[in-house]
């Protein structure tokens, strides 16, 4: 008597089948067809899995685990790579790039946004200030970049260039940490912004751009309990101060809306920063909290103004110094009129007069660029 062949039901199309012709997987039995048409086998382990769980290409089917385990993305076109085949720049070690990638990065002096080199700190203090300042209108060109880090460049490592995807057709200047007093005396901010403007970029007539200026959290206290009192002094200033703020940053209050939104007025400066934590809006606020070694004055408009550049970074240093050396009652009571009674430098007093907010006294204002 001749053996019956044993039947089965594929789970995928519902034919029958002799049980020999069906393949067990994931809890799933299948003909030969539905496997082929549903899964595929893990080129580097040799596994089956999902077809819709393939990491990579049919041609080159790839596990999780795999995946996980032993490549990566390339940071610049997100192509997958294998770890082995990575390229990494000598200051990037966490930054994988693939080779063609690569290429383009090392001959490039106009980095991807998150390029972040080691900061080189510049002058002898404990309050550094690290400018961005973005200019558009004059192309995302290598070699203009290259032209303004000449400059900018020659007496030390200042600054690095980067892409910012909110210009039209520019890039961003960073300037690595430097005190006050090197940003005043040795920084060649002359150089930089006369060659940009010889290369055709504007700034604050693009309306795109902006001035941002990092301080180091470090040094508004020893502590993180000390320093974030600062910082609550400092937002409560901005926002006491807004209308004053607005009229110096020259920024329109849309542009604020999209590129430094405000918080909101509390009435105690630890009360703001509650307020600034709790309602976490992201890193586009007056002031961005959310780096951890700095903190972050976005508010202010971008421009190739020499004298405006100095005095707003004398602005922020004067923000800073009365966030530290004033109690929260103190700022609370401190009017404007009084905080700008005490400026002396003649930079800051010149662009105070100039945006009619210097104790009732203006005078004649330079366009600004």
């Known amino acids: 008597m001749k053996n019956e062949t044993k039947m089965g039901v594929c789970n995928s199309c519902g034919c029958s089948a002799p049980t020999v012709q069906l393949t067990e997987f994931d809890g799933h039995m299948m003909c030969p067809d539905c496997l082929s048409a549903n899964t595929l086998i893990c080129e580097d382990c040799g596994d089956r899995i999902w077809r819709s769980e393939n990491e990579r290409s049919t041609a080159h089917p790839l596990c999780s685990s795999c995946r996980e385990e032993d490549y990566c993305y390339c940071s610049r076109c997100d192509t997958l790579i294998h770890n082995d085949s990575a390229h990494y720049l000598e200051d990037e070690e966490n930054t994988p790039y693939c080779r063609s990638c690569y290429e383009i990065e090392c001959d490039r002096n106009i980095h991807e946004y998150n390029y972040k080199p080691d900061p080189v700190f510049y002058g002898e203090g404990s309050r550094f200030f690290g400018v961005e300042l973005e200019i558009d209108e004059g192309g995302e060109?290598?070699?203009?970049?290259?032209?303004?880090?000449?400059?900018?460049?020659?007496?030390?490592?200042?600054?690095?260039?980067?892409?910012?995807?909110?210009?039209?057709?520019?890039?961003?200047?960073?300037?690595?940490?430097?005190?006050?007093?090197?940003?005043?005396?040795?920084?060649?901010?002359?150089?930089?912004?006369?060659?940009?403007?010889?290369?055709?970029?504007?700034?604050?007539?693009?309306?795109?751009?902006?001035?941002?200026?990092?301080?180091?959290?470090?040094?508004?206290?020893?502590?993180?309990?000390?320093?974030?009192?600062?910082?609550?002094?400092?937002?409560?200033?901005?926002?006491?101060?807004?209308?004053?703020?607005?009229?110096?940053?020259?920024?329109?209050?849309?542009?604020?809306?999209?590129?430094?939104?405000?918080?909101?007025?509390?009435?105690q400066p630890k009360e703001m920063l509650e307020h600034a934590k709790k309602g976490y809006d992201g890193r586009y606020t007056c002031v961005n909290l959310t780096n951890y070694s700095t903190i972050e004055f976005r508010i202010f408009r971008g421009t190739l103004k020499l004298n405006t550049i100095l005095a707003t970074l004398q602005l922020v240093n004067h923000i800073c110094e009365v966030a530290v050396s004033l109690s929260d009652e103190e700022v609370r009571h401190l009017s404007w009129s009084r905080f700008v009674d005490l400026i002396t430098e003649p930079e800051l007093i010149q662009y105070l007069k100039e945006r009619r907010i210097y104790v009732n006294e203006s005078i004649e204002t330079e366009e600004e660029i």
């Not at 995807?165 to 300037?175: N, R």
């Not at 055709?200 to 007539?205: D, E, I, N, R, V």
């Not at 009192?229 to 209050?253: D, H, K, M, P």
Request: negative net charge.
């Open 141 to 267: 060109d290598d070699s203009s970049a290259e032209d303004v880090m000449y400059v900018g460049n020659r007496s030390g490592e200042h600054i690095y260039c980067k892409h910012d995807g909110s210009l039209h057709d520019g890039f961003e200047i960073v300037t690595h940490p430097m005190t006050l007093e090197y940003h005043m005396a040795i920084m060649p901010w002359k150089d930089i912004t006369d060659k940009a403007r010889k290369l055709g970029y504007t700034s604050h007539q693009a309306e795109t751009c902006g001035l941002h200026i990092h301080v180091n959290r470090t040094s508004f206290g020893e502590s993180a309990e000390v320093q974030d009192e600062a910082i609550g002094r400092i937002l409560y200033f901005v926002e006491r101060n807004w209308n004053e703020l607005l009229i110096f940053s020259r920024r329109t209050q849309e542009q604020l809306n999209s590129w430094a939104r405000r918080y909101g007025y509390k009435d």
